[in-house]
């Protein structure tokens, strides 16, 4: 039996705002320092963007102001009374577009909660609680949604606010979805790989490799684990995923590594690959 440990930072692996860090962005709202460390991977998880080589990562909206918007999203929040039917209107389909490609989101309604999913991900969904009739917040990291209606009441926007930025989403038909997961079909029936993600993959754990070679005792946990794993050997496509991402295979002297990367966009940027260390668990 094969067995998978993870390696990158869990999708919405936040930690808890301290009271401290929430009192010390209050103290400093308005200086464009941050009062502390934001933890390293966004709320989409590795979808828009981790630090990385071959990251472009997101264009954040706005710029200014960051300190009081980190405030705003890191301060405690209270869930309101909310008719569920009045949600119904934000129910849908919503596409961010990043300079590293678009990401396709799913808000919907179970009863009187309410969801919102990373479609191009695989993520699990996550929960908001309604602060108003158009705002919503998370409680597994610090983070909102917001909705943008027309003036005839016909919603045209969702904003995700999150580590001092926000970033806008324009609702999109159902059909914006289908397209998307016929051609993502297409590509799972034809079992090849979307063009120049092996290029990609390599490049990047090439530059792992040179890393740990460079690094006695590396911090990064991908790159200790590299370290360990020997000399590259090299990369074999398995399958395209249910929700898109390239699975590959790398090869190395003592061990092997399961990786997931997204397409690249058409400007070539790809966001930073998700590698697990395969183990043998038995026979």
Known sequence: MLGLIGLAVPYFAFPFVTAQAVEAAQVTAGQEQLPYAPPPVMGFGNVLCAPAFFCAGPEPRPRSGQQKLLYEQTRPQREIPFTPADFDKYVGFYEFAFPDGHVLV??????????????????????????????????????????????????????????????????????????????????????????????????????????????????????????????????????TGPHGMDVYEATYSKGELRCFIMPLSSSGPVNRPECHQVLSTGP
């Open 106 to 239: 799913r808000v919907y309604r179970q009863a009187n909660r309410y969801y919102w999913q990373v479609e191009n991900a695989g993520q699990p969904p996550t929960e908001f609680f309604p602060e108003s009739r158009t705002e919503f917040f998370a409680t597994e990291f610090a983070a909102q949604l917001s909705f943008v209606a027309a003036p005839d009441g016909h919603v045209t926007e969702l904003i995700f606010h999150e580590m001092g930025v926000q970033h806008v989403a324009r609702k999109v038909p159902d059909a914006v979805f289908e397209a998307w997961r016929e051609k993502l079909q297409s590509r799972m029936t034809a079992h090849k790989p979307s063009t120049r993600t092996d290029v990609a993959l390599r490049r990047q754990l090439e530059a792992w490799e040179k890393t740990a070679q460079l690094n006695s005792e590396p911090s990064e946990p991908i790159i200790r684990t590299v370290k360990g794993l020997g000399k590259f050997e090299g990369l074999q496509f398995i399958k």
